[in-house]
């Protein structure tokens, strides 16, 4: 069977060179995907020999005058195959709007890599179905298959209280008709991400059927990292 795809988002930790370098040795596995902090990426790079490098963000164009910005022109060049593209604390705390969002991933696209988009409602009131048409709508006309589609509902990022395997489902479910409905020949992957640790990993790919997982805090910690990859049959 085929390993389940696990992307590591490190997010903004860790602080120092020697912790990514120990971190990204005990996660170097054939089908994790580690997404460090730009800086570390280099030296990320240097310590794997199984696992892929993945970036948390970048911008839409290849080069320029664009302070404190990295394309993925770039990104490709350094050895990044996959780019995590729309997480929701970019939506949220930096207000990247749709129509970046799908810049952001034609560019990606446009550099021959592997966008993971991510989408997710906000909260446990919201209209899920709606938000989720919403955060796809323009962005639909531009999948190809080698788009990854991670669905984060934000309510369960950072929180300790993940969406139920059977909910998880029934969102990528909705997710997957609405682009057939637009896009009949696309057929994306999934991951779900959210408070995925070692006591629910192993539910969201055999009870709910998702491709892969995006994990964020348990990515940090060894122990619980390599746990969850024992359970996911590592
Ligand atoms: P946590 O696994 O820490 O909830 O983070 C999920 C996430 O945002 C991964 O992109």
Redesign the pocket.
Known sequence: MKRPLV?A?W?MNPTSLHEARDISLSSDEKGVVICPPFVFMEAVKMNIKNAELGAQDCYLESSGSFTGEISPLMLGNVGCRYV?VG???RRRVFNELPGIIKDKLKAVLDAGLSPIL?VGENSKKDDAERVLEEQLGDIVEYLEDNVII?Y?PVF????GEACSPGLAKKRREHIKEFIRSKRSNIVPSFLY????GPENAACYIEEAGFDGL??????LESDKFNIILQKLGW
């Open positions: 992307v988002n997010k995590i997480h929701s604390e991510c991670a984060e369960a990022i950072g929180t991400g959210g408070s995925v995006l994990v964020g805090g348990a990515s």
